[in-house]
């Protein structure tokens, strides 16, 4: 008889609290979007970080150097003497090289690594199917 009444009253208070533990959990849903979404690039991520460094890194800061100096980056040592125009460009090129990062690994996983998923599955399916069994007898 205790556990009836005790049940009865924990659905009672479970219900009374729905409605709020549906709305903290679709915004916790809602919060955890980035880093889900991360998480889903985050093996194209590391494929493709360190080529887009090399590849964009030069004009990128070339770019940036020119904005804030109007002169030719004459090299991080150098550079490194003149300090608004130094960290402007170095914390807006790493702006730019994240986005590009991000922009490229989102690219990589939709046209590269979800294919090659879909193809694997497919050629597991194949290989993992029953094949007949021809049985002969003389």
């Known amino acids: 008889m205790v556990s009836c ?11 009374r609290h729905a409605g709020k533990a549906i709305g903290k959990f679709s915004a916790d849903a809602e ?4 880093i889900q979404y991360l998480g889903k690039i985050s093996f194209s ?8 460094y090399h590849l964009v890194r030069d004009p990128v800061i ?12 004459p090299g991080a040592e150098d550079a490194s003497k003149l300090g ?14 994240s986005a590009t990062n991000l922009y490229t690994a989102h690219l990589y996983t939709k046209y590269v690594d979800e294919r090659c998923v ?14 007949p069994i021809c049985i002969y007898t003389n």
Do not use: C
């Open 5 to 15: 009444h005790l049940a009865i009253g924990f659905s009672n208070l479970s219900s």
């Open 31 to 34: 919060r955890r979007r980035p």
């Open 45 to 52: 991520l590391y494929l493709v970080h360190q080529s887009v």
């Open 62 to 73: 070339n770019i940036l150097w020119y904005i804030a100096t109007r002169e030719q980056y």
């Open 84 to 97: 608004g125009s130094f960290a402007f460009t170095w914390l807006a090129g790493y702006v730019v090289m």
């Open 118 to 131: 879909r193809m694997a599955k497919r050629i597991d399916k194949w290989l993992t199917r029953p094949w």
